[in-house]
């Protein structure tokens, strides 16, 4: 449980990362969409880290939050 925390909270700080670097973050969402498209085993409850398809809709759902000067910076 532990790790699964630690590894969300480094992608929220990945997150104003990149946004303070004026870098698009979708990049960052469409990596996690990625890793969900590739994930052939979930281990649930047993995992070190979320599961790439929720980390995907975590990131989606801050990126909407987002003022769209952020969302709209450039790749």
């Known amino acids: 449980k532990f790790s699964r ?3 969300s909270e480094a992608d929220r700080e990945g997150l104003k990362a990149l946004v303070a670097a ?4 979708a990049g960052m969402r469409d990596f996690f969409g990625k890793m969900a498209e590739q994930s052939k085993l979930d281990l649930g409850l047993l995992s070190t880290h979320p599961a790439s398809a ?5 990131m989606d759902n801050l990126i909407k939050a987002l003022p769209e000067t952020s969302r709209n910076a450039p790749p």
């Open 54 to 58: 929720d980390r995907m809709a975590e």
């Open 5 to 7: 925390d630690n590894e």
């Open 22 to 25: 004026k870098i698009n973050p």
